[in-house]
Each structure stands twice: as structure tokens, then as C-alpha cells.
């Protein structure tokens, strides 16, 4: 399998990625919908990764659109794949395969790593068994699925498969060892040694009663020290002197050594009474050495084949986990809302000479989470074009302009990220950034002053922006007088207009919404125009519509609302 194959970064050698900052996720409301996802702070991180970097390259949108539209519409597939990746996780982090060295793990955890290894393969072969559903279309989850036939195409799973099934195998002859322990004239033990490994089980509960049978029956006892020939007496490094029927009682757990998946934390348990400074409590590890000494080849085979298919079993598989897991969350996501009656639909890349954006029904999706009952979202339209590149929108107070302004932000991102979006339509071109100037927090403006630190941050991404970009202004250069903010906006936004920038600019500054058509005429490249929040009755209706500004009137509006017009304050003269 390519070990740089993805699901998410196609193209890899050829694409160039743009991060998108920390504050421009906040402004856009994405922090909030990623916690929305999922509570797990790991799967926060991974998506919020991926959905900062912005490409402009139009083949990865519509190949990351094609994956998430096969994991959308086919849930038993989100379902199985996410049983399969927790198994897989859950195996990662409780087992012994993260271990490095076989060689100090001893016998018995290669054993259980190989019981590891084939619960592996069974994920596998799951995976593949998912991905063969016929109604898969994607070019990303097709290409999956040939990548993983041709593992087995090429023999590796079937062949992991018989390995582990023999090596099983041999490892369940293994039921019991003999142990030959060397006394002298005062009846001490002076040595020990493995004597034998055993296909059957002792008939008798230990060594003691054993010992006993032996020391009744002068015929049990041998008359030389010679063993059966397939195996080698290995004397223990350390003498021990401590009393022969002491040491037997010790140790005597060791014949219930039998094959078992987890028999290296039993064979710990079976050791009685062992005092730490006699040199008896090593004679556990001991055992484990000279078992491997003694089925050297069948340790060397062990390692072979986990050398051989770990990277394949664990690497270049278990990579794709957090990939499938950021289509499933939103997915699960976006499935929940639509269920709830919230509207989505699949982006389309525009073709060459179309608009830059035509959007229409579109919401915001954060607001869109907050709301209960999602017959209260109030749907927009908005296009980018040649007559509308730089819209000046302004608005009554809590009319809107900022929940719109996020709203546009946050369908290039889901739609550049594969995702379905908040609208009935959306067709765009792509954007390599978005940049926000929201207000900035008290303590971000002590050194330089709120104008200060606004005309840097905007020069700073006035620098980084290109025609490709979206920025989006929400009520800059609006902490200083309305003349000194006036004029520092209109230059902005006439180099905005020269450098052919996606702009929204949300302000009060009526006056320079106003001047979109004279900005026209003295200002070359992208057109800008005005964008108005439109009152019905003096209402926030929470609708935009490209207009001159209502200018003063959203002011009375408010005035009347909160009962400070001169007639209502005086009483001269009684109010509509």
C-alpha cells in the first residue's frame, strides 16, 4: 500500500496550503461548531487542522466533495468504520505492539503480540469488505479500495494469515516445563536448570507432591542426570544454598505454565512467597530466557513475520483513521441537522468565466446549531461577480451583519473542506485564504491603541491577501472619530478594489457605503457595492439586499425603539 496515500490531501506534490489563523476560525464561529462534532479534544485538534488549510486548487474540493458524499449517504458505512477504528485503537493503546524490542519481551508476549497481529488483519479485512459496496462512486474511496486488493492480490494478507495460523499452533505444544535442580551431600540446592519443554500438561497439582512421591518410591529415583537428548541442561548464573524443600515450595508454581494469550502476567502469579533478596526473584525472567534459548527458531520466526507485516497491519492502515474520522463527524453532524430540519447542500466548483460566488438560501451555521426551532433561520442570497467583488455592508445594531458576514466565511471553508454546506446552492471559486479583521480583545491593544493596533493588522493582511483571497472586515477602523475612521476605510478599500480581492466590510460608516459608485469610477480593478440589512416596518428582517444605504433611519429606528426621539422625550407631540 502507498504509504502517502490520503483522503483528504490528493495531489500532495502538487498542491500548496495556506494556514488559516486561530482568530479567523474564532471570528467565523468555527471553534464553536467544532466542538459541536465531537467532545473528544484529540478529534477537535485533527479536524480543526484540517479545515485551516486552504488550498485554491479546485481538484482537491471536488475530490474531498466526492468522499464525503459517499460517507453522507451511506451510514452503515460510517457505523461499521467507526467499530473498526476504535478496535484498532483500542488494541494500539492496550497491547504490546508499540513495544520495540522482541527480544526483551521474552516468548510469551510474542505469543500475544501475534494474537494482536490477526485481530489486525480482521480489521483489515473488514475494511476492505466495507469499502467493495457498489454504490462507493469516489475517486478517493475507490482508489482505497484497489489499494487494499492489491495487498491481497499480491499474497501478503493471506500469506500473514497462514504464517500466524502455524506459528499458533506451534506455540499451543507448549503446556508445561521441567526443571532439574542440582543438590549437594547437605541436601542444598546448588543449581537449576530447564530440563524439558512439554506438549502435556503435569497430572499432579505441584512439584512438592511430586518431590514427595519421589523421596517414598527409591524406584522414581534416577540413577544418573541424563535427559532424554533433545534438550541441554543450563545452569543457573547464581548459585542459591537456600534449603531444598524451601526452593521447591518457591518455585513450585512453575509447573502450571500452560499455553494462554495473557500466560505472562499468570506465570508472575503462580510464584509464592519469593523473598526479593535471595536471587529467587529473577528465576521467573530466567525461565522466560532459557525458553527462548531453547525455541530460539520459533522466537526468530516470530519476529520475522511481525517485522515483516507491521507497517503494513498498523502504519499505512491505521494513518487513515483520523482522515475517515473527520468525513464521519461531520456527517454525524450534518445528519443530526437536517433530521432537525436545517437545510444542506453539495457545493459546485465554478467553471472558467463564471462568477466567484453564487450563493443562495445561505445561514449560518453557527446560529443555525443555537436555534432550537430551525424554521427560525433566515436564509440569504449573495453573489461575487464582476459588478459585486467588494460589497460595503451596513445595518441597524443586531441586524445581522455580522451573522452574515460569518456565514459567507464559513461556506468556503466547509466547502473547500469536502463538507456539505448551510444553503440550497453554492457554487464558487475557490479561495487559497480567508483573512478576518473582527475587533480585537482589550488586551491585544493596550501597547499601540485600538487604531493603532487595527491599521497594522489590516496592513498585515492587505500584504498576504491576494485575488484569490477572501477577507472579511467586521466594523474596522470604527474605534476612532467617524472622519479619521472614514478616510483610513475609504483607502483601504480602494486597494482593496485595485488588488481584485473577495471583500465584505461590515460598518456604520454609511457615508462610505455611499460612495461605492464614485469609489467606481476613480478606482480600477473590482467593482464594490452597497449592501444594506433591510428593516420592513422598522424590523430587522435579517435579510440582505444590494441598495443604497437607509443612512439615518436605522438610527431613529433605534431611537423610537428605546423611546429617545425629542417628541418622545418631551412629550410635545404623540408618536405612530
Not at 506459528?167 to 505444544?173: E, G, N, V
Not at 453532524?333 to 432537525?340: E, K, N, S, V, Y
Not at 459588478?387 to 445594531?397: E, F, P, R
Request: net charge negative.
Amino acid at each position: 500500500m502507498n504509504d502517502s496515500f490520503s483522503i483528504l490531501y490528493p495531489y500532495k506534490s502538487e498542491t500548496t496550503y495556506k494556514q488559516l489563523s486561530a482568530e479567523t476560525l474564532h471570528d467565523l464561529g468555527l471553534d464553536m461548531i467544532i466542538k459541536s462534532l465531537t467532545d473528544d479534544g484529540r478529534e477537535q485538534k485533527m479536524i480543526t487542522n484540517v479545515i485551516s488549510q486552504m488550498t485554491a486548487d479546485p481538484r482537491v474540493c471536488e475530490y474531498r466533495q466526492k468522499v464525503f458524499a459517499d460517507i453522507l449517504a451511506l451510514p452503515e458505512l460510517r457505523t461499521k468504520m467507526t467499530e473498526l477504528f476504535d478496535k484498532m485503537e483500542f488494541i494500539r493503546n492496550f497491547g504490546s505492539m508499540h513495544k520495540s524490542s522482541d527480544e526483551e519481551l521474552g516468548l510469551w508476549h510474542l505469543f500475544h503480540r501475534l494474537d494482536e497481529l490477526g485481530d489486525y488483519i480482521k480489521c483489515v479485512e473488514a475494511m476492505r469488505e466495507c469499502l467493495s459496496d457498489e454504490r462507493i462512486q469516489s475517486q478517493g474511496l475507490t482508489d482505497l479500495r484497489e489499494n487494499i486488493n492489491e495487498l491481497y492480490d499480491e499474497a501478503y494478507f493471506a500469506e500473514m494469515k497462514k504464517d500466524i495460523a502455524a506459528l499458533k499452533l506451534k506455540a499451543s505444544d507448549v503446556q508445561s516445563v521441567t526443571l532439574g535442580i542440582n543438590v549437594n551431600e547437605r541436601f542444598e540446592a546448588v543449581s537449576m536448570g530447564l530440563v524439558s519443554v512439554n506438549s502435556k500438561p503435569f497430572k499432579k497439582s505441584g512439584i512438592v507432591s511430586n518431590f514427595a512421591d519421589a523421596l517414598s518410591n527409591k524406584d522414581k529415583i534416577n540413577d544418573t542426570s541424563d535427559w532424554d537428548g533433545d534438550m541441554h541442561y543450563h545452569q543457573i548464573d547464581k548459585q542459591n544454598t537456600a534449603n531444598v524443600a524451601s526452593f521447591i515450595e518457591k518455585f513450585g508454581g512453575f509447573n502450571a505454565v500452560r499455553n494462554n494469550s495473557f500466560v505472562d502476567g499468570r506465570i508472575r502469579a503462580t510464584v509464592v512467597r519469593t523473598p526479593d533478596d535471595d536471587g529467587a526473584s529473577n528465576s521467573t525472567f530466567y525461565l522466560e530466557t532459557i525458553l527462548n534459548k531453547m525455541l530460539g527458531s520459533l522466537v526468530k520466526k516470530l519476529r520475522d513475520t511481525l517485522t515483516k507485516y507491521a507497517n503494513v497491519a498498523i502504519v499505512n492502515i491505521s494513518q487513515l483513521i483520523p482522515e475517515f474520522v473527520y468525513y464521519i463527524r461531520f456527517a454525524e453532524f450534518i445528519g443530526r441537522l437536517t433530521d432537525a430540519g436545517a437545510r444542506f447542500c453539495e457545493a459546485n466548483v465554478a467553471g472558467e468565466g463564471g462568477s466567484d460566488m453564487e450563493a443562495r438560501g445561505l445561514y449560518n451555521l453557527r446560529l443555525a446549531v443555537n436555534l432550537e426551532d430551525k424554521s427560525e433561520i433566515v436564509p440569504n442570497d449573495l453573489d461575487f461577480d464582476a459588478d459585486h467583488m467588494l460589497y460595503i455592508l451596513t445595518g441597524a445594531n443586531r441586524g445581522g451583519k455580522t451573522t452574515i458576514t460569518q456565514a459567507v466565511g464559513q461556506l468556503y471553508v466547509l466547502a473547500q473542506g469536502g463538507i456539505s454546506v448551510p444553503a440550497e446552492g453554492f457554487t464558487y471559486r475557490p479561495v487559497d485564504c480567508i483573512y478576518t479583521h473582527f475587533p480585537a480583545d482589550e488586551d491585544k491593544t493596550m501597547d499601540l491603541g485600538r487604531l493603532g493596533e487595527e491599521c497594522i493588522r489590516f496592513k498585515e493582511i492587505y500584504n498576504e491577501c491576494t485575488a484569490d483571497s477572501l477577507v472579511l472586515m467586521n466594523e474596522t477602523f470604527s474605534t476612532t472619530s467617524f472622519e479619521e475612521g472614514y478616510y483610513i476605510a475609504r483607502d483601504s478599500v480602494r486597494a482593496l478594489m485595485e488588488k481584485r480581492v473577495r471583500t465584505i466590510y461590515n460598518t456604520h460608516m454609511h457615508k462610505l457605503a455611499s460612495d461605492a459608485d464614485e469609489l467606481n469610477r476613480i478606482t480600477g480593478g473590482a467593482k464594490a457595492s452597497s449592501l444594506i440589512m433591510k428593516s420592513d416596518g422598522g424590523k430587522r428582517s435579517f435579510r440582505v439586499e444590494v441598495a443604497s444605504p437607509e443612512g439615518s433611519s436605522y438610527a431613529s429606528d433605534i431611537a423610537k425603539k428605546y423611546g429617545v426621539t425629542y417628541e418622545m422625550l418631551t412629550g410635545s407631540k404623540t408618536e405612530e
